[in-house]
């Protein structure tokens, strides 16, 4: 991103035409950055709270009397009942997991397992490939099949989808799997619509219609796989076409077409995204889809193959970065933020402090309810720091102005592609306010600790973070440095996967340790499978993200809630008609955690049996003063203990 700045003052923002993969284009949000970072509304000082919990009523207050105070209240704890709770509102590696980790390391604090978005998928890719690795998304324009599985680039990866549309030109087959018609797919070739949480059912009848067809790359099974007899049994015994096609929603020969393209058009890419691992067999599920493109070969190709994350490509050095050596071999708790609610109330010893920054937890963590209860307590000593004062921010007792991605130095790693990225300030802080690590230097230096590690710059932290894979210098000036892979990088055409045994796992001996099945199966999401909850609750609820909110970020500002109008709810025209529900009616969304109340859209992008608010409002823009989340489970996911916020069923009746 390249900004333009007069007499100190960000006028124009604009993609960097020179940057391969984003060629020059910013996403719809992030166009408008420039709102966000001048925002009326914007934090410009330290505050501490004059009123009750909850009411956000705050008075202006000094740096020197907002860190005092924090220092003092902290000092008087014990450690372990102080809780970190950040997430990813900031993704570089200084303001999301630098300073604060070595802060919160040093001090002793319960440790915080941030397990949102994306663990459970991670997990799942890790038995199966060895780490968050895959195919070069910047190779998908090459690709003859593309399956967007539980993905919705439009909305969530711009930049991947301007390449699934130059494939499609050239005659490429794309394939949306989603139980919701989402904008992209609307814009695919074909929408396999099958019931939420059933994709690892979907890939194993693939599995078995590409065994029991010999669709398969049988010197690549030999050389670059484990476990595939054992596979093929299981496959053959227990998953047929006709079995997933109870279990998916499907016509069976919808499945065994998919499996047929998929081998035979070559090269098949799949972009599995985050929304289909939000459920109780999310890791599993993501495990047995990482599977397929070995059985057929995908990987010899570098537009072949699958990609959930590239991560694990960046070697960047994490314990340079946060420290854990700072512990001192203490082993606080670990608490997981999928669970926060019963932690806040719940927790033994109770959490005393909480410090909240680069997250919004009463608008985005699983039932609402609990965690509006947890930071209502008086006796909560609650730091956050923002650009906002958001949902979570009216509770705080202290509340503490964030640097914008305009105004701190930041080194960032990719998910999306192989290009390491440097945030240079382009602007001086607006107002008073701080970068992250900045304020959890201050806060250092004022509870003694003289580790020199706490004067690190944010320069001296983005060159560790580095890790000597890249020169700080040259990325800073530059912007952005492609990883030191080949232009047409295919990481896995002869093997080479950073598993245990260097292969393709179908056979996971990390899962075997930790006592789950080491083979692919299917695993259910909880609550689907629960018959009397589905008959009390017979619809499954899915939250995806809004075209123009990123979870609860640009959820505030005006021009993003204008294009979004109102929180709403997708319907199928079976489900509606059968509760005597019209379009723009307005209607109530219940189960047993709590309720909240949307306008319906009647327009069939949910499969029968599904609705969909597309999310996440903040709750004092809501009309209720609810969101998604009060409707959202605490469950955790079959492996990294990730969030469940798709595997839920509610009721809904018009008001």
């Known amino acids: 991103m390249l900004v333009t700045v007069e007499d100190g003052v960000a006028r124009k923002i604009q993609g960097d035409p020179s940057m391969p993969f984003t060629e020059g284009t910013l996403c719809t949000k992030v166009a408008h950055y420039l709102e966000r970072t001048y925002a009326p509304d914007r934090l410009l000082y330290p505050q501490k709270r004059v009123g009750k919990k909850g009411e956000g009523k705050f008075k202006r207050i000094s ?302 963590c699983p039932d609402s309810r609990k965690v509006i209860a947890g930071f209502a307590r008086e006796d909560l000593f609650t730091v956050v720091i923002d650009h906002f004062q958001t949902d979570t921010a009216d509770y705080a007792d202290i509340l503490l102005p964030a640097t914008t991605q305009l105004e701190h130095y930041d080194v960032h790693k990719s998910y999306g592609h192989l290009y390491a990225l440097a945030s240079n300030p382009a602007i001086a802080p607006v107002g008073e306010s701080l970068p992250n690590s900045e304020v959890f230097r201050r806060l250092a230096a004022r509870m003694g600790f003289d580790e020199p590690c706490f004067r690190d710059s944010d320069e001296d932290i983005c060159r560790a973070a580095l890790g000597g894979t890249f020169d700080w210098e040259r990325l800073k000036r530059n912007g952005w440095q492609r990883l030191e892979v080949p232009q047409r990088f295919a990481p896995f055409a002869q093997g080479g996967f950073p598993t245990p045994s260097g292969k393709c796992e179908f056979r996971s001996e990390w899962l075997e340790r930790q006592g789950i099945d080491p083979l692919p199966f299917y695993n259910p999401p909880a609550e689907a499978k629960d018959d009397a909850l589905a008959e009390r609750y017979p619809l499954a609820f899915l939250s995806p993200p809004a075209r123009h909110f990123l979870n609860s970020t640009f959820a505030n500002l005006a021009r993003f809630r204008e294009f979004e109008r109102e929180p709403r709810l997708d319907m199928h025209a079976e489900d509606a008609q059968r509760r005597g529900i019209a379009d723009g009616d307005a209607v109530r969304v219940f189960n047993d955690r709590g309720s909240y109340t949307l306008k319906a859209r009647v327009n069939g992008k949910p499969r029968p049996g599904v609705v969909v608010a597309p999310s996440v409002w903040w709750k004092k823009h809501a009309p209720d003063g609810r969101n998604a989340n009060d409707v959202t489970s605490q469950r955790t996911a079959d492996l990294g203990g990730a969030a469940t916020f798709y595997d839920c069923r509610v009721q809904v009746e018009r008001i």
């Open 63 to 364: 740096w020197d009397e907002a860190l005092d105070e924090i220092a003092a209240r902290l000092k008087a704890l014990d450690p372990e009942t102080i809780l970190p709770c950040s997430y990813a509102g900031t993704m570089g590696m200084v303001q999301y997991s630098s300073m604060d980790r070595r802060f919160f390391h040093r001090l002793g604090a319960s440790l915080l397992d941030r397990t949102l978005c994306s663990s459970a998928g991670k997990q799942g890719l890790k038995a199966t490939l060895g780490g968050s690795v895959g195919m070069d998304p910047e190779r998908f324009d090459e690709a003859k099949l593309i399956i967007l599985w539980g993905a919705n680039p439009i909305v969530s990866n711009l930049h991947l989808w301007s390449r699934v549309q130059d494939a499609k030109r050239r005659g490429a087959k794309v394939v949306a799997i989603d139980p919701y018609r989402s904008l992209s797919a609307e814009k695919c070739s074909q929408h396999v619509a099958l019931l939420p949480g059933t994709d690892g059912a979907l890939a194993l009848a693939m599995m078995h219609v590409l065994i029991g067809e010999d669709l398969l790359d049988h010197d690549y099974i030999r050389q670059y796989t484990l476990g595939f007899e054992d596979l093929k049994k299981r496959i053959l015994e227990k998953y047929s076409p006709q079995w997933a096609a109870q279990i998916c929603g499907l016509a069976v020969q919808e499945i065994v077409q998919l499996a047929r393209e998929y081998a035979t058009l070559k090269p098949a890419a799949i972009r599995l995204n985050y929304g289909m691992q939000r459920h109780a067999g999310g890791g599993i599920a993501a495990r047995t889809i990482a599977c397929l493109p070995a059985l057929i070969g995908a990987w010899r190709d570098a537009a072949g193959g699958i990609v959930l994350t590239t991560a694990d490509f960046f070697k960047f050095d994490h314990a340079a970065l946060e420290r854990p050596d700072l512990l001192g071999g203490r082993r606080p708790r670990v608490v997981n933020q999928s669970q926060l609610g019963d932690a806040l109330l719940e927790a033994q010893p109770p959490v005393k402090a909480v410090v909240v920054y680069n997250n919004n937890p009463v608008a985005v």
